[in-house]
């Protein structure tokens, strides 16, 4: 069948039970992968059993005497296009076993010399399954199985059970405080900003939470902003501070209803007063970016859209630049401004440089891709001995830092002059920059602190775990542990915005 098909029938099953694990309807944080169209060939069956799946790339009696309580992270190679998953393997007891499969609770799971298998029934036309049937060191592969009404695609995996580094909890930083409420609605902290002793923390459907960080170790709410129309699981993925005219806005990335401009000077009474965002598929703003009084939205159906600020209850449009494709997997997922240049992540077209000295009229300059398996997620960019040099990321599997200098008018632009990573199996995600050091949300490998004073040779010179490894309360998603980022380096801290333990602020020691 068409992928247009295909698309069109996941739509349906997607409403009630996304797992992450095939094309998304819209990139929501975590990029999975957005293919570009493409005949997708299915199989019928009901892959609720490892007999259902072909043997032939199996090794029998590759998992005798492994422990398969853990959790893993899937790359899953399907005909035309990879995603991403993650699955949880449960030890109940008794030869019994349980587990999570692309976010939802398994309806099945065995463990055997041959085969870890999960199954995951949804209703009489949706499933998922996982058959991992062949273990070479502590690589597992096998297949996949995402299926709906219209049948099965069928995919390679490739997993690793993914574990705490074999390391110190942290070096370089220090946790002051943290604060999480089991009474919060649901959501993960995916970003925050700072300002003064208020930290405004992004919870996905929760909305935004406003919380007092005056003594970190006995941090307070504040004030809370919900999303406009929960029942609709809107979902705020970014946050951004401005202020003017004597009052403070904080401004939310929504995936349904634009940017949200959210008057916070009383924080106990938030108050929306104005959208920023032209319609497409809806209009959803992934992320944002504030520069010179000017807001600088990713609206993932149009590109860049830039509005003056000047009153941000009343945001006047400038211009945009459009997506510089039509492709599936080309939309603008993040973004850094500085003066007249915006560095773009257009997911598969890669890093765009754009000159926004007119913003009516934006022009692209240059653009950094096709250096292997392109998923642009995030930059920014920082002067390192007399050059500008963007910490570059992208985001799935294997995908980490890039150092791409990006001075104009020099030999070395755009070129790629060192990379750095923890692990494959664990993704990169929200970066910052400031001089020689950049700073790394990391998800499951928590916080990194980077030192690129030799852009040619990066080192690690502090990191914090967040995550806890092996736990039951996760192993939901790919994309867990620390996810935004916020850096003060006046305060010497750094301000976590982690999916489960929601807000953390570290110490920058020494």
């Excluded at 069948?1 to 029938?9: K, P, T």
């Excluded at 007999?51 to 005798?64: E, I, K, Q, T």
């Excluded at 976010?103 to 998922?128: E, K, P």
């Amino acid at each position: 069948m068409s992928y247009a098909s295909w698309f069109a029938a996941l739509a349906l099953a997607v409403v009630a039970c996304s797992g992450g694990d095939g094309p998304p309807i819209t990139p929501l944080d975590a990029g999975l992968d957005a293919p570009a169209p493409i005949d997708a060939p299915m199989s019928t069956g009901t892959y609720d059993s490892p007999d259902d799946f072909d043997r032939s790339g199996c090794l029998p009696g590759s998992l005798a005497g492994f422990d398969p309580q853990g959790i893993y992270h899937l790359q899953i190679d399907f005909d035309g296009f990879r995603s991403t998953t993650a699955a949880r393997f449960d030890v109940l007891g008794g030869g019994t076993f349980g587990g999570i499969l692309a976010g939802r609770d398994a309806t099945a799971a065995t463990s055997t010399a041959d085969d870890v298998f999960l199954y995951r029934r949804i209703d009489d036309q949706n499933s998922r399954a996982l058959d991992l049937c062949a273990r070479q060191g502590d690589v597992l592969r096998g297949q996949y199985a995402f299926c709906n009404m219209t049948g099965c695609l069928l995919g390679q995996v490739t997993a690793k059970k993914v574990v705490r580094l074999a390391e110190p909890a942290a070096s370089g930083l220090t946790l002051l405080g943290e604060y999480s409420d089991p009474t919060w609605g649901p959501g993960i902290g995916v970003n925050v900003r700072v300002e003064g002793d208020l930290a405004y923390l992004a919870r996905y459907q929760d909305g935004l939470r406003i919380l007092d960080i005056s003594d970190p170790a006995n941090i307070r709410e504040v004030g809370h902003a919900p999303t406009e129309d929960p029942t609709r699981r809107e979902i705020y993925n970014d946050v951004k501070l401005v202020a003017a005219n004597g009052r403070r806005y904080a401004i939310m990335a929504s995936d349904q209803v634009g940017a949200v401009v959210w008057d916070v000077t009383t924080p106990s009474a938030p108050r929306i007063v104005a959208h920023l965002g032209t319609g497409g598929r809806g209009v959803d703003i992934h992320t944002l970016f504030l520069d010179g009084g000017r807001a600088y939205l990713a609206n993932t159906s149009l590109g860049l859209e830039i509005y003056d600020l000047a009153d941000p209850a009343a945001p006047v449009r400038l211009g945009e630049f459009p997506n510089p494709s039509s492709a599936g997997d080309v939309f603008l997922h993040d973004l850094y401004v500085a003066g007249d240049r915006a560095y773009l992540n257009f997911w598969g077209a890669g890093m765009v440089i754009v000159d926004v000295s007119n913003p009516a009229a934006p022009r692209a300059v240059g653009t950094f891709a096709d250096y292997g398996e392109t998923t642009s997620h995030s930059n920014w960019v920082t002067r390192v001995g007399g050059r500008s040099i963007a910490a570059h990321g992208d985001e799935q599997w294997g995908s980490h830092l890039r150092l791409v200098d990006v001075t104009e008018g020099t030999a070395g632009f755009l070129r790629e002059t060192a990379e750095w990573k923890t692990r494959d199996e664990v993704s990169a995600h929200n970066i910052m920059a400031f001089g020689s050091r950049v700073y790394i949300a990391y998800y499951q490998d928590g916080v990194r602190v980077i030192d690129i004073a030799d852009p040619a040779a990066p080192r690690q010179v502090a990191w914090f775990n967040t995550w806890p490894g092996y736990d039951r309360s996760y192993g939901k998603s790919f994309f867990e542990g620390a996810v935004g980022i916020d850096v003060d380096l006046a305060r010497n801290r750094i301000y976590v915005a982690d999916s489960n333990r929601n807000l953390m602020i570290l110490r920058i020691d020494g």
